[in-house]
């Protein structure tokens, strides 16, 4: 995004493509500008239909779908196609380089784009000869029948059939085609921001003015209007929600997790209606002992532990305690 400030005090700023994330509202740069006055907003995602899913959930419906047609297909030599633009959809295929041990060829001017990028996993991935990689990355709009039908002529003598994979938000509730050479799935994956992440990126900001900068019909003049309720309103701007898209930032610092181990793996997790029934008793027996020292502690003039003010303060829930501060 562009930060524009001028000596009169105004300030405008520019997303340019982007996918908001909840991260952005935590930049220094937008607590120390007083106002945004002017906000030129990516509008490509302005519908209600478009309400995405993260960007990992997506990659790993990806994941699944390739897995299922490579168990369908054990016996078959796969050529991966993947579309992308110039930049976009790299988490896609290197999580698929990752899963299925693929190499990757792309074209030559997306090759130089990627080179710009210093990415270390995706330049160990690539190599220089198309009949070398299991995976091709190539232009969006080739992910189609036709088109792939006309590209694996090239490879037939190497692969037994092609899987065209379509990662795009208007790939939203599509389903999947499937042939005997050419098969395509497209999964709803977006570098831009769905609706909600556009209204909550609005609500934070609360500028005097947007300006959509995505056309709306034939004439590219015309740009969609974004609601006017998302940054013309009195009092706090109500967060819709926590979950959204992460930032690239944050994709490419988070190391990889594994499950923490149960701080009891070798107990017993069953309990059989015996042993409930003794245990219960022995809960009932600790309570009214439990009962006792209570009463005697308040005959002497002390107050159990939990019961004092201190401790019901600490015990409380946190969000009654942020509630009552606003």
């Known amino acids: 995004m562009l930060m524009f400030k001028f000596t ?3 300030c405008i700023l520019h ?14 740069i937008f607590w120390n500008e007083p106002q945004i006055d002017v906000l030129y907003l990516d509008t490509t995602y302005l519908s209600k239909n478009y309400d995405f899913c993260h960007q990992s959930d997506s990659i790993d419906r990806i994941r699944t779908a390739v897995r299922q047609f490579h168990e369908k297909n054990a ?6 196609v993947c579309g992308s633009y110039l930049i976009g959809k790299e988490k896609v295929w290197l999580a698929l380089v990752e899963e299925f041990s693929l190499r990757v060829w792309t074209e030559p001017h997306r090759r130089k784009a990627i080179d710009c990028l210093n990415w270390p996993e995706l330049q160990l991935s690539l190599c220089d000869d198309p009949l070398e990689a299991n995976l091709h990355v190539i232009n969006m709009g080739k992910i189609s029948y036709p088109s792939l039908d006309q590209y694996f002529k090239t490879f037939e003598g190497h692969y037994d059939m ?13 389903k999947p085609s499937y042939g005997k050479r ?30 959509s900068t995505v056309p709306v019909g034939k004439d590219l003049c015309v740009t969609g209007t974004v609601p006017t309720n998302w940054y013309k309103y009195e ?5 819709l929600s926590t979950s959204y898209q992460p930032s690239i930032t944050t994709f490419l610092e ?8 149960l701080a009891n793996t070798s107990g017993d997790m069953s309990v059989s209606p015996l042993e409930n029934e003794s245990i219960m008793n022995m809960a009932n027996n600790e309570d009214l002992l439990e ?13 159990p532990a939990g019961d004092h003010p201190l401790a019901k303060r600490i015990t409380s829930d946190a969000s009654s305690d942020i509630l009552s501060l606003i």
Request: positive net charge; charged residues 30%.
């Open 8 to 10: 009169t005090g105004k």
């Open 15 to 28: 997303t340019g493509d982007f996918r908001a994330s909840f991260e952005m509202e935590s930049l220094p």
């Open 75 to 80: 016996d078959k030599r796969i050529l991966h």
């Open 162 to 174: 092609l899987l065209g994979i379509r990662p795009s938000g208007w790939e939203k509730n599509s």
């Open 182 to 211: 050419i098969s395509v799935i497209g999964v709803e994956y977006s570098e831009h921001s769905s609706y909600k992440e556009l209204e909550r990126f609005v609500r934070f900001l609360k500028p005097n003015k947007v300006i």
């Open 235 to 239: 009092g706090y701007g109500s967060m």
């Open 254 to 261: 988070t190391s990889k997790r594994s499950l923490p181990a």
């Open 291 to 303: 009962a006792k020292q209570d009463t005697e502690d308040s005959t002497n003039g002390i107050i």
